[in-house]
């Protein structure tokens, strides 16, 4: 029994993670996303990590370190790792006051410009979109503004994440109930199947996004991303540094059409990270646009 306990001991003595261990895979991790895991959140990587090493087979945080530069299947590990340090929290109808002022301001005018240059053409991006929630709402709104005349639009929802994981649940489109938490009664009757109390996100709103794994910390993924006219990344940027900051927004800012749209989250703001836009105050929030 004694030596049972102090092996328990010992393993677990194994897999703490040292400062120097800490640091080394914090400038890795901020190397590969540009999310910056601050000290207190030490704990928080040991304790979620503690399981790939024991897949892994590895003996310290060190050698999972090495694995993660060298190993053959480093690629599929650093998706892994992704998954520990970002968060993936969302819902459908997020922040409701915001996307009132999505719809009434923002689409509004989109779409009284495209019928003006005699176009029928929208691009939004939404950046960080975890499970799909965000994207699948943004359509969901779009059908709800534009009724039957939808589909003699042209339409696409660029919907990109680190993550490999929530992308796949996203393609799936099948959500509990807590995910539609605020959502409208109504909302959830016209747009989901009810299956077995799992609710299906309907085709004809599945087929506006299109989803893709983007690393924002990566230039050359950004570029690559169509132009769009309103750009949504939500509580994504919280998790970066200001360096890292300022390239993202940048990025978004290169994309954005003139006259484009950007939507951060509600507790993120621009403040010391870009001046290029110009902030338009609705009562709810914020809104930043490209001047054209
Ligand atoms: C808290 S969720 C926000 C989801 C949604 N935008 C919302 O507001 O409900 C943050 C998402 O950003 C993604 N993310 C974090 N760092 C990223 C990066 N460097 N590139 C792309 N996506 C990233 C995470 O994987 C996560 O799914």
């Not at 929208?122 to 994207?135: D, H, M, Q, Y």
Request: proline residues 3%; contains cysteine.
């Amino acid at each position: 029994m004694a030596s049972l306990f102090s092996k328990t001991i010992t393993l677990q003595k194994e897999l703490k993670i040292s400062d120097e261990e800490f640091t080394q895979l914090r400038d890795f991790i901020y190397e590969q996303s540009g999310i910056y895991v601050a000290d207190n959140r030490k704990y928080l990587l040991e304790n979620r990590l503690a399981n790939r090493l024991k897949a892994l087979n590895l003996k310290s945080y060190g050698e999972y370190f090495y694995f993660l530069r060298y190993d053959p299947g480093r690629k599929q590990e650093m998706n892994r790792l992704f998954e520990v340090v970002t968060t993936n929290e969302t819902s459908f109808y997020r922040n409701p006051p915001q996307l009132d002022v999505f719809r009434d301001k923002v689409l509004s005018e989109v779409i009284r410009e495209q019928r003006d240059k005699g176009r029928k053409s929208l691009r939004i991006w939404s950046a960080g979109c975890s499970t799909g929630e965000e994207p699948y709402t943004l359509a969901i709104i779009l059908h709800e503004v534009l009724g039957p005349e939808i589909k003699t639009w042209d339409i696409k929802i660029a919907a990109n994440d680190i993550s490999e994981a929530v992308l796949a649940s996203a393609r799936r489109g099948v959500y509990s109930e807590y995910a539609l938490r605020t959502t409208p009664k109504e909302i959830i009757a016209r747009y989901f199947t009810n299956e077995d109390g799992r609710y299906k996100i309907n085709p004809e709103v599945k087929q506006l996004v299109t989803y893709g794994q983007i690393n924002l910390s990566d230039r050359a993924q950004l570029k690559r991303v169509e132009r769009s006219q309103v750009v949504f990344c939500r509580n994504v940027i919280i998790y970066f540094d200001d360096d890292m900051k300022r390239k993202v927004i940048g990025a978004f800012y290169d994309n954005l059409t003139p006259g484009g749209f950007l939507l951060i989250g509600h507790s993120e703001s621009l403040h010391n990270i870009s001046r290029a836009f110009k902030p338009v105050h609705h009562p709810g929030a914020i809104v930043y646009r490209k001047e054209s």
